[in-house]
C-alpha cells in the first residue's frame, strides 16, 4: 500500500494505492478505483481494497475536502467538479482505463465522471445511490441526466425510477 498525494484541478488530492502483487495478480486486469460517499474518506475502502489488490491494481481516493485531500478554494463540491479530481488521479497513476466504483454521493461523482470521459471508464459500478430518485422533480431529474449519453440517461432513468 503506498499514500501519496497528487496534483487536483483544485487543490492536492490523497490517494491509497494498492499494487496488484503476488501470484493471484493479474497484468490484464483493471485497476479498480474507489469513490467515498459525502463526509467519507478513503479508510472507508480499507477491506474492498485489501480484497482487490491481490488481483489487480486498487486505488481509493479522498474526495476534495475529505480525508487529507484539500478543499477547493471556491467550495465546489458538485459532482462534475469531483469528477474532474477522478480525472486527474487517472492522469497522475498513467491509467488509461478502470472500473469505477462510487459509493453514495461517490455514486453521483464516478456517473459525471464517466459521462465526462466515457472512453477511460470501462466498468461503472453504484452501490447504495443517494435518495428517491423518483421523488425528485422532473427539472432535478433532467439536471443529473442530461451530461450523459441519450442512450444511457434512458436506461439509467429507467432502471432508477422502474420503469
Known amino acids: 500500500m503506498r499514500s501519496q498525494t497528487v496534483a487536483g484541478p483544485a487543490g492536492a488530492l490523497h490517494i491509497v494505492d494498492h499494487p ?3 501470484a493471484e495478480a493479474s497484468r490484464e486486469a483493471l485497476p479498480v478505483v474507489l469513490v467515498h460517499g459525502m463526509v467519507g474518506h478513503a479508510g472507508f ?3 474492498p481494497l485489501s480484497h482487490a489488490a491481490g488481483r489487480r491494481r486498487a486505488i481509493a481516493m479522498d474526495l476534495r ?3 487529507a485531500s484539500e ?3 471556491d467550495a465546489d463540491y458538485a459532482p462534475p467538479a ?3 479530481d477522478v480525472l486527474a488521479v487517472l492522469d497522475a497513476l498513467g491509467l488509461e482505463r478502470v472500473a469505477l466504483v462510487g459509493h453514495s ?3 453521483l461523482v464516478a456517473i459525471a465522471a464517466a459521462s465526462a470521459h466515457p472512453d477511460r471508464i470501462a466498468r461503472l459500478v453504484l452501490a ?3 435518495g428517491d430518485f423518483t421523488q425528485l ?3 432535478v431529474r433532467e439536471q443529473q441526466l442530461s451530461p450523459l449519453p441519450a442512450a444511457f440517461a434512458a436506461q439509467l432513468e429507467a432502471w432508477l425510477t422502474g420503469d
Open 65 to 67: 475536502g475529505h480525508g
Open 45 to 47: 475502502w480499507e477491506a
Open 105 to 107: 454521493f461517490g455514486t
Open 71 to 73: 478543499a477547493p478554494p
Open 137 to 139: 422533480p422532473a427539472e
Open 128 to 130: 447504495d445511490p443517494p
Open 20 to 22: 496488484a502483487a503476488g
Open 82 to 84: 469531483c469528477a474532474a
